[in-house]
């Protein structure tokens, strides 16, 4: 338990003169040799003249030094996250930090913490083979607000050497073409003081990735969804429609999924469809099976039916199988925003999902994420549930919950004998801007009433 003031000038100046004294001994020579740059980080958050009251996340906090001396210059708003159990429990002794975190930090959601809860993310060498891979960069900007920044730095050898961390520029510069980033130094050369190491710092501020809720795609990326849609079908899928028109469908929505050019390798997808068998293949899901033969990893799968999941199993189609039927809020046993795109063929329908599901999809989906599915048009007519529909769609519009991005498509053959419809939902999203961004408000920003960062 600390007794002392911890925020007060002299215990601070104290404790980062002992930190540095005993932290910078030739003994710990390969420790410090990693954390580099730290004071070139704290003064270039000072350059950027971040509010003070900003709440800032310290990542591979290590000896606690960035907290000590950005305390001196007024930040007290500060948590300290690391990904060693002993680490964590001296800076929890020595009080520097608001919240002391133990947590890896990998792919998306692996820290545990809140979307958009830091005004700053701030890390001292923390990319390195034996702490964050590159993938890391996606949990930092999903855990900063918008506006916000992340500043941190990084080995020069490490960035050389080291292939997945020499592609780090190039994903950073996507994003910023993407609209997710905007950057103020990229790898600036740095010389660390203490270990005489050169390094690279990088200050990103994230952005919206919609305007307004606009797409982040090409402009033409709805008009392609329609035409994945609209258009004839190769050879092959013709082929198989005429063999059993249930494929006829299935390809459409796989090849407009296709058309949104997202991520093979990283985009997360939960598909609902595992229901509809996959005749030509052999396999029990057409939508799982076109999916994962097409390069996408990530993809999971949901039904009740026991029996179909273990057919999915053994062909090996998914990342992950869950036993769970789709309904009201809460029925799915997943957590909040965890995929990039959901996908449903056929779902809608009396006897499965009804659109009062609409909240529990929109709930499992990340914001600025996508919901494909299409639905027999035969139903609107026959199923009084299925006939509220489009008006259950205007009424999530309509409370910004979320946006029509294609549809409804209307196109023939469905399945053999009937035609059907094809609809595109993005997730909107309640946007949360940092301090000091001129879009910030109290409104915006959750923090204000002190809620829990995780």
Known sequence: MVTEDTHGYEYLTKALND?????????????????????????ALSDLNIHQESEILNI?????????????????????????????????????????????????????????????VIMAGGFRPDKIPPSGLNELIRVTRLDGHILFTIREDYHHS??????????????????????????????????????????LTKKC?????????????????????????????????????????VMKLCKALFSLNLNRNDTTILDLSSHEPCCHSNYSSCVGFNLSSNGYRQVDVIDSNLEF???????????????????????????????????????????KSQPASFPEILRVLRTGGYFLFMMRDEYRHTDPKLSLLDKQINSLVSEKKCKVFVGPIKFKH??????????????????????????????????MKRKSFF
Do not use: W
């Open 309 to 351: 999941l273990n057919e999915c199993r053994k062909k090996d189609i998914y990342r992950d199988y869950i036993i769970g039927k789709l309904d009201t809020i809460g029925s799915l046993p997943i957590r909040d925003e965890c995929y990039d795109v959901v996908i449903m063929y056929d779902g809608f329908a009396p006897d």
């Open 162 to 203: 080291q292939s997945d961390y020499a592609l780090l520029e190039s994903n950073i510069l996507s994003s910023e073409r993407n609209g997710r980033l905007k950057v103020i130094s990229l790898g600036r050369k740095i010389i660390d003081d203490h270990s005489g190491l050169e390094g690279r710092l990088y200050i």
């Open 60 to 120: 591979a906090a290590g000896p606690g030094l960035i907290a000590a001396r950005l305390q001196l210059m007024g930040y007290e708003h500060l948590d300290g996250l690391d990904m060693d159990s002993n680490t964590v429990k001296k800076l929890q002794i020595s009080g520097l930090y608001r919240h002391s975190i133990y947590s890896q930090v990998g792919r998306l959601n692996s820290t545990g913490l809140r979307e958009n809860a830091y005004d700053v």
């Open 209 to 249: 990735i919609t305007e307004e809720f606009e797409p982040a795609l090409p402009k033409l990326a709805p008009n392609k969804l329609a035409n994945a849609v609209r258009e004839e079908t190769s050879a092959q899928i013709q082929t198989y429609a005429n063999e059993d028109g249930r494929e006829t469908g």
């Open 414 to 447: 469905f399945d053999g004998s009937s035609d059907g419809s094809f609809y595109v939902l993005r997730k909107c999203g309640h946007e949360v801007f940092a301090r000091g961004s001129p879009r910030h408000s109290p409104v915006s920003s959750p923090s």
């Open 19 to 43: 930190i540095s004294s005993s932290f910078f001994d030739k003994k710990n020579k390969p420790k410090y040799e990693d954390y580099i740059g730290y004071e070139t980080l704290c003064n």
